[in-house]
């Protein structure tokens, strides 16, 4: 059995690619955190064979908990994704202090809690691998998101600052910026204003919930030992940052 790895918000999309992957390429026994919707939850067990666990991520005790749970049925984490994320999108002077705070506390919030809850095991055993998601908007902004972005954004600084801890201990702390995939969440833009979106990739496409989990795959590995507090964008050329 290979290392047990935590991917949070990892029933869909991005999060079950890379959880698949992990699987896959590294033989993981690859945990999927939800927070809210069982019945997708069920299916995506009976589909993956992979288990999940239920909690929110944004908050501190349950996923402390959550990720103890993990432990003592599956064994020590050593690879945690931190996936899980929500938007709130409204122009600030229409957004709403609950629009500001959700998207923060569980974009955010949630790595810090899920990061809090694995380190101290990660560093007894001299070896973790973090990698949090990001976002292409948390590099570039992006109009109507002053709280997602402001969260991606935080992401990557936690990330850097994470890494200078956890580098003498074998844990990496990496992120990875997706630019625009073909996911639920861009699919629910509407098409006009994605035409519009894709004008401006320079590869001319979106991208692959695949092509995230490969960057993903290769940061977890032991060939990933030597890259730590790095950020990978995949984003078509669209921002070169």
Avoid at 71 to 90: K, Q, Y
Avoid at 119 to 146: C, E, H, L, T
Wanted: net charge negative.
């Amino acid at each position: 059995m290979g290392r047990v790895a935590i991917v949070t918000g990892g029933t869909r999309g991005i999060g079950r690619a890379i959880g698949e992957m992990l699987r896959d390429q590294h033989g993981c026994t690859v945990i999927a955190n939800y927070a809210g919707n069982d019945e997708a939850a069920r299916a995506f067990s009976d589909e993956t064979g992979m288990p999940t666990v239920k909690f929110d991520v944004g908050d501190h005790e349950a996923a402390v908990a959550g990720c103890q749970a993990v432990e003592d049925e599956h064994g020590p984490v050593d690879i945690l994704v931190n996936n899980a994320g929500i938007t709130r999108d409204g122009t600030l002077l229409k957004m709403s202090y609950d629009d500001w705070h959700d998207v923060m506390r569980i974009n955010l919030g949630g790595c810090f809690n899920m990061a809090k809850a694995v380190f101290p095991g990660m560093k007894d055993r001299k070896w973790g691998r973090i990698v949090n998601i990001g976002s292409i908007n948390g590099q570039a902004g992006q109009y109507g998101q002053v709280n997602y972005a402001a969260a991606k954004s935080g992401i990557h600084g936690f990330t850097k600052a994470l890494a200078q801890e956890g580098a003498r201990f074998g844990i990496t702390v990496n992120a990875i910026a997706p630019g625009y995939i073909d996911t639920d969440m861009v699919a629910a833009v509407p098409e006009a204003v994605l035409e519009k979106i894709v004008a401006k990739i320079p590869v001319g496409r979106l991208g692959q919930a695949e092509e995230i989990a490969r960057g993903v795959s290769f940061l977890c590995s032991e060939d990933g030992g030597f890259v730590t507090g790095s950020t990978m964008s995949i984003n078509g050329g669209q921002h070169m940052y």
